[in-house]
């Protein structure tokens, strides 16, 4: 049975998590128990609130969120099924954050306006 894992990141160490092709066992995560929405979507907003405290200024929020078996190793790319970052226009620390499928990453972090 695999887990949704949630990881609290910034636009740069994104595009490092890219870069290596993983996310490192050491670097923060919530686990989202069973296989409910609600708790799902509360993982994922205190991700969002543990994202906002890595800024360093303005920038935006990013959840990257994975599916595994062990949630203590590392989170290899081929796991990741989606990020969730604020938009551009709406840096708003109470708002929802916008979907983007991993194939979207790319775009994502050459927009990275706010880190």
């Given at each position: 049975?695999?887990?949704?894992?949630?990881?609290?990141?910034?636009?740069?160490?994104?595009?490092?998590?890219?870069?290596?092709?993983?996310?490192p066992?050491?670097?923060?995560?919530?686990?989202?128990?069973?296989?409910?929405?609600?708790?799902?979507?509360?993982?994922?907003?205190?991700?969002?609130?543990?994202?906002?405290?890595?800024?360093?200024?303005?920038?935006?929020?990013?959840?990257?969120?994975?599916?595994?078996?062990?949630?203590?190793?590392?989170?290899?790319?081929?796991?990741?099924?989606?990020?969730?970052?604020?938009?551009?226009?709406?840096?708003?620390?109470?708002a929802?954050?916008?979907?983007?499928?991993?194939?979207?990453?790319?775009?994502?972090?050459?927009?990275?306006?706010?880190?």
């Amino acid at each position: 049975m695999s887990t949704r894992v949630y990881v609290p990141t910034t636009l740069d160490r994104l595009a490092a998590y890219v870069e290596a092709g993983r996310v490192p066992a050491a670097d923060e995560r919530l686990v989202a128990p069973g296989d409910d929405e609600e708790a799902e979507y509360d993982a994922l907003m205190a991700a969002a609130d543990d994202a906002a405290l890595l800024l360093d200024g303005p920038g935006r929020r990013v959840v990257l969120v994975a599916e595994v078996a062990d949630t203590d190793g590392d989170l290899p790319r081929k796991r990741w099924v989606s990020v969730h970052a604020d938009t551009e226009d709406d840096p708003d620390p109470e708002a929802d954050l916008a979907w983007f499928a991993t194939q979207e990453i790319p775009d994502l972090l050459d927009g990275r306006s706010g880190r």
